[in-house]
């Protein structure tokens, strides 16, 4: 069974487009995490979510929301996308409560915009 | 706000060689945890091995043990009996810890490639 699952894997897209990438984890885990990697394998965190509270917000421009229905999804919509959009994006959770801090991610979606 | 350093972009070792990547960081906090995480081709973010900031004993997993020293703000990892599996992108994080749900902050990385 897929702990931290993301849909879809690859994703290519025009300019100006609107954009939706899906997580979802089964560990029970009470935060979710968004993370960007860029083209230089560089990551960072972009959103956290606990409990439906957004948590931190790094200085990530407002096209990009996180959108959570309940605590097993954490979605990210991407407004107007711009060729700097393109890059690896990464799902992950962890569990608060007694933490380790540990974050296990998921497998990625490959943001192509063109 | 936290830093980690790598300082090795790149690594090559032979086969059954054992091979150590290098990591430093900076916190202010007290009570924090140090990841190493793989990265194969596949881009699979996964744990590797895992280490308590208050536990003075180093963690050891198979193959994977680690060198923290707190004071120096280090911590390496240690392959032994290195295998072709092996061969990834290899990051070092660390986080806030104390129940915080700050992300983990990331070294740039080392691409460790084991040769047959």
């Known amino acids: 069974d897929t702990a931290v699952s993301q849909t879809p894997k690859y994703l290519v897209t025009q300019m100006g487009n609107d954009k939706s990438i899906k997580c979802e984890q089964n560990?029970?885990?009470?935060?979710m995490y968004w993370y960007k990697q860029d083209s230089k394998k560089f990551l960072k965190i972009m959103f956290s979510?606990?409990?439906?509270?957004?948590?931190i917000n790094e200085t990530v421009p407002n096209r990009f929301s996180p959108k959570s229905p309940d605590k097993a999804h954490l979605n990210l919509h991407i407004n107007s996308l711009e060729l700097g959009d393109s890059a690896v994006y990464f799902c992950?959770?962890?569990?608060?409560?007694?933490?380790?801090?540990?974050?296990?991610f998921g497998p990625g979606t490959r943001l192509t915009v063109l | 706000a936290q830093t980690v350093t790598q300082s090795q972009p790149e690594m090559s070792v032979q086969e059954a060689e054992t091979v150590t990547l290098s990591c430093t960081y900076d916190?202010?906090?007290?009570?924090?945890?140090l990841f190493w995480y793989k990265q194969p081709p596949s881009r699979q973010m996964i744990l590797v091995i895992r280490?308590?900031?208050?536990?003075?004993q180093n963690a050891t997993e198979n193959r994977f043990s680690v060198n923290f020293q707190k004071a120096a703000k280090s911590f390496s990892l240690k392959i032994s009996d290195s295998q072709l599996g092996d061969t990834a992108m290899y990051f070092c994080?660390?986080?806030?810890?104390?129940?915080?749900?700050?992300?983990?902050?990331f070294g740039k990385g080392t691409h460790l490639i084991i040769q047959p």
């Open positions: 992950a959770s962890s569990q608060l409560a007694g933490s380790t801090d540990t974050q296990y």
């Open positions: 560990l029970g885990h009470d935060t």
């Open positions: 979510y606990n409990n439906k509270e957004l948590i």
């Open positions: 916190t202010s906090e007290n009570n924090y945890y």
């Open positions: 280490q308590e900031a208050y536990k003075q």
């Open positions: 994080a660390t986080s806030q810890g104390g129940g915080g749900a700050d992300g983990l902050t």
